[in-house]
């Protein structure tokens, strides 16, 4: 009795009871597009910082920057975006110029390089080590992520000194202003 009850309801129903059954109980959807991270980004006299490790040196000796500056992202075209930079305030003259290449995928992981358009490039701070260090590993590319309100990113480069390696960080740190 119970089976012939089945074949008499409506097929947009047991289609319905089977599509439940199916798929579960509804879950948060996984982003499909990307955050949009348009706007000014920056962190005041902390937004860029530059750390150094003596890959030679037992004792860990180590050296360190800290500039004004900020991040402008000012287009961005689903994952891809792009934008200007400036550092302010190094013990040098400062550096500015263009966000080129920058990507962001959906859950907030960044990548971006930089160009200098004025002042020096924005890689090792002019005068931080000797000409006899030459950079002997740089992407120059900044890789980091977004979340929420911040953002951060940083670039590994490797200077050959002797006797031995210089390993450089250089960090950014921004929320949006």
């Given amino acids: 009795m119970g089976f012939g009850r089945l074949l008499y309801l409506p097929f947009p129903a047991v289609l319905a009871a089977l599509l439940a059954a199916c798929t579960g ?4 959807p996984t982003p499909t597009e990307p955050p949009d991270i348009r706007g000014s980004w920056s962190r005041g006299p902390f937004t860029w910082r530059w750390s150094e490790r003596l890959t030679y040196d037992l004792l860990g000796h180590a050296g360190s920057a800290r500039c004004e500056g900020s991040l402008v992202i000012t287009s961005q075209d689903g ?3 792009g934008g200007r930079y400036v550092i302010d305030n190094c013990g040098a003259e400062g550096s500015s110029g263009a966000v080129l290449d920058g990507h962001i995928s959906a859950d907030g992981q960044l990548s971006f390089r930089l160009l200098a358009r004025e002042g020096w490039g924005p890689g090792l701070i002019p005068g931080w080590h000797p000409t006899d260090c030459p950079l002997s590993e ?3 590319v900044y890789e980091g992520s ?3 309100s911040s953002m951060t990113a940083s670039r590994l480069q490797i200077l050959s000194c002797a006797p031995g ?3 450089v960080v250089a960090d950014f740190e921004g929320v949006r202003q």
């Fill in 25 to 28: 109980s509804p879950s948060t």
């Fill in 79 to 81: 994952s891809s975006f």
């Fill in 138 to 140: 740089d992407s120059g």
């Fill in 146 to 148: 977004f979340s929420g």
């Fill in 165 to 167: 390696r210089v390993v």
